[in-house]
């Protein structure tokens, strides 16, 4: 931070009074005040001057235009705003008596703004309205203009006598700001490139809709992508499956969960989760199957798949002759609405080995949706004579905050769901703050002693010091009912 005017003037007069002992006084009307007064703001100007060049050459103060210069020497640009879109209804008073047309470009306006229309519309004879697909001619948030705010022909167009937006205009973005174009910087020049798993992860994180993603390397090529989507498994995410395209290096596959292997001789026969210690499931998704080798002849055989709803369903699946190693192909489950959970143990006839996978996406960029795993807390206390007002409600606020701040693959310990019992919890505000105790945590005022504390979820429980609900890396706790008994 660059130095006031009065405290260089005052730097300057004592630097005088040690040269010159004798000029101790220091009224506004001696010659040497007036001096140092008029070199104490030239310098101040010229501290503040250099201050301002430094920011536009450093990228982390830079903004605006300086910011827009600074990071085109890595081939950044600005992301720009959406324009907002909607239609126009013009009207006439009578109708006409034969056709005539809105022609493309006729401009109407809300206030300061303005829309074009994108195309030509023709009003029928008889008629008397007709609606015109426009833009705003304006990029940004303020041509999302609500209905019925659009009411001036601005364009010659005699033949109208008004207008109207009987809807909302929508889609109208802000330009990126210097923020988010200081990230992007800083994404680019801090990790060696897209193809890892902390870029996959921050970008999968900037999607919306994603409040957290988690990227584990199998190794081989093999990444398994989780992802907590708003979306689900209903309908596959063009923006997620856009960034693992952009992310993945050549040769790397995100492969979703790998369900089973099928052996030419043997069954298909499930991959058993390291940690659970049971077959690999996942939230839902499509079917998939990965040959081993190359695939010289078409296959055609039977698969079992679990779906959501806890049925055993039989299909059969296709792989086309001339497939190569490690191309994925997708099974039709005949109902596009239809997700596999996980693959039973099952008699194999194909003619060649497969991975078989299940995942949302497209096939060589799968993710998956994180299982939730519901926590259910049930706790006895014994309180005080002079317990805090509301204590039940205090405590069990602070349990549900911890639960609510799991992450994907975290596991439940019973000493964590303790600690909140007795400390107040608040609810993370970002993502590193998730469980991370800041030392000033309020405890509790009047618990004489906890009689139990028993926790349950994904078929697992624990009531004491030590224990843990294992959870696997598809999975994530979230909160479930909490009950708290005070005596």
Known sequence: ????????LEELETAMASMFPRLQANDPLTLHYILNRALAQTMATLYTDLEAVVDQVDVLQATGDDLEHLVSAHLLERELGEYATGYITFRRNTPPLEDITV?????CRAGSLFFTTTVAGTMTAGDVTVSVAATCDTRGLAGNVAAYTITEIYSDLPAFDTCENPLAFSGGTEDEDDESLRQRYIDIVTLPGLATPAMLTRRLEDVEGVSEALVVNHGAGDVQVIVDYSGGYTD??????EEL???LAAGCQGRGCHAAVAT??????????????TSADTAGGHLWLRPLEPVLTEDTFDIDY????????TVTATVPAGTPRGRMVEVDLGDPAERAVLVP????????????????????FLYEIPSDVTITVNLTLVATDTPETDLDDNIQASIEAWLGDYVIGEQVEWSDIRTAAVMAYAAATTPTEKHQLQGNERPFIGIDRITSLYVSGGGSSMSMDGEIIVLECDQIARAGDVFVTVL
Do not use: H, W
């Not at 931070?1 to 260089?8: A, L, N, R, V």
């Not at 022609?103 to 401009?107: F, L």
């Open 1 to 8: 931070m660059s130095k006031t005017e009065d405290e260089i």
């Open 103 to 107: 022609p493309v470009g006729t401009k």
């Open 236 to 241: 596959d995410s063009d923006d997620i499956i």
């Open 245 to 247: 395209e952009t992310c």
């Open 264 to 277: 030419v001789g043997g069954n298909i026969e499930p991959v058993i989760d390291p940690i659970s210690l």
């Open 306 to 313: 679990r779906n959501v709803g806890g049925m055993t369903q």
């Open 345 to 364: 143990d099952k008699a194999f006839t194909g003619a060649y080995g497969y991975d078989v996978l299940i995942g949302m996406g497209e096939a060589g």
